[in-house]
């Protein structure tokens, strides 16, 4: 069973610095899109930033000049910068791989990592 594996989160302080890393856990035919979110407690999970095996990027208003995501195509591997936190980015975060495809002839799936938690002090 494939898995995404994140690493990377924890508390820091405000203004400082946190870079998040997810890789998948075996080796793939391809990925389309590997993208971070984060959530809340009772609220939506909201999108922070996608890249496509492209280089095509997309983020959130909120994050925009202060975090930057970047991938490994060859390890399947992403990785979100993040930096100038601000206590409002406090929550956890959650890696997704879309339109994953395990193994040839197989249909793309969508996976989702289990969750990061970022904490910002004052």
């Known amino acids: 069973q494939v898995q995404l594996v994140e690493s990377g989160g924890g508390l820091v302080q405000a203004g400082g610095s946190l870079r998040l890393s997810c890789g998948v856990s075996e080796s793939i035919v391809s990925v389309n899109v590997m993208a971070w979110y984060r959530q809340a407690p009772g609220l939506q999970r909201e999108l922070v930033a996608k890249?496509?095996?492209?280089?095509?990027?997309n983020y959130a208003d909120s994050v925009k000049g202060r975090f930057t995501i970047s991938m490994d195509n060859a390890k399947n591997t992403v990785h979100l910068q993040m930096n100038s936190l601000k206590h409002e980015d406090a929550d956890v975060y959650y890696c997704?791989?879309?339109?994953?495809?395990?193994?040839?002839?197989?249909?793309?799936?969508?996976?989702w990592g289990e969750g990061n938690e970022v904490a910002v002090s004052s």
């Open positions: 997704k791989a879309e339109g994953l495809r395990v193994r040839i002839g197989r249909r793309d799936v969508d996976y």
């Open positions: 890249i496509s095996t492209y280089g095509n990027t």
